[in-house]
């Protein structure tokens, strides 16, 4: 009997380009693990979309320690139980600090949507602090780690 191909979701939000460079890492990892991918950027995401995927991965910059207000809101505008039984990780795009409080917030939001988050996310250093100005660029081995987490991911999915 033929396994069903496991289907991937990389969500992500950007500005200036480092996060969407992000979730294109991301994605290549999960299809290096078998995973059929989509990556689409946030706002053209109908939450109704979700319930095709087993796997989702939600990428935002770092704004203060937090993910951008657009990751957050939709994150918690999601039904409560819209992500239950998937297996779901984060990654975030950061100029100054903080990367890692970032992916905090943002796992705690998919565990309330009943998520199986892990692995735990990567948060990778890229951009300018407080400006909208491109910035310096992921570097290679910051690629590398967000390749390894989407492999990480579509492995630990069923």
């Known amino acids: 009997m033929r396994r069903k ?9 950007t500005k200036t380009g480092h996060t969407e460079t992000a979730a294109e890492a991301v994605a ?14 946030l706002l053209s995401v109908d939450p109704e979309e979700l319930r095709e995927y087993s796997i989702i991965a939600v990428g935002s910059p770092t704004r203060g320690g937090k993910p951008a207000r657009k990751v957050k809101k939709f994150l918690k505008g999601l039904g409560k139980k819209s992500l239950k039984g998937k297996q779901a990780s984060v990654f975030s ?11 905090k917030r943002m796992r705690k939001l998919l565990k309330r949507k009943k998520a199986k988050v892990g692995p735990r996310g990567v948060a990778v250093k890229a951009g300018a602090p ?7 660029d992921l570097r290679e081995k910051d690629i590398k780690r967000l390749e390894e987490l989407g492999k990480a ?5 069923r």
């Not at 795009?93 to 992916?103: C, E, V, W």
């Not at 407080?130 to 310096?136: A, E």
């Not at 991911?153 to 999915?157: D, F, T, V």
């Open 153 to 157: 991911l579509a492995k630990k999915a």
């Open 93 to 103: 795009a950061y100029a100054g600090f903080r990367g890692r409080k970032t992916l």
């Open 5 to 13: 191909k496991k289907k991937a979701l990389v969500i992500y939000y």
């Open 28 to 41: 290549r990892g999960l299809e290096s693990g078998k995973a059929e991918v989509t990556v689409r950027e």
């Open 130 to 136: 407080l400006s909208l100005w491109k910035g310096p």
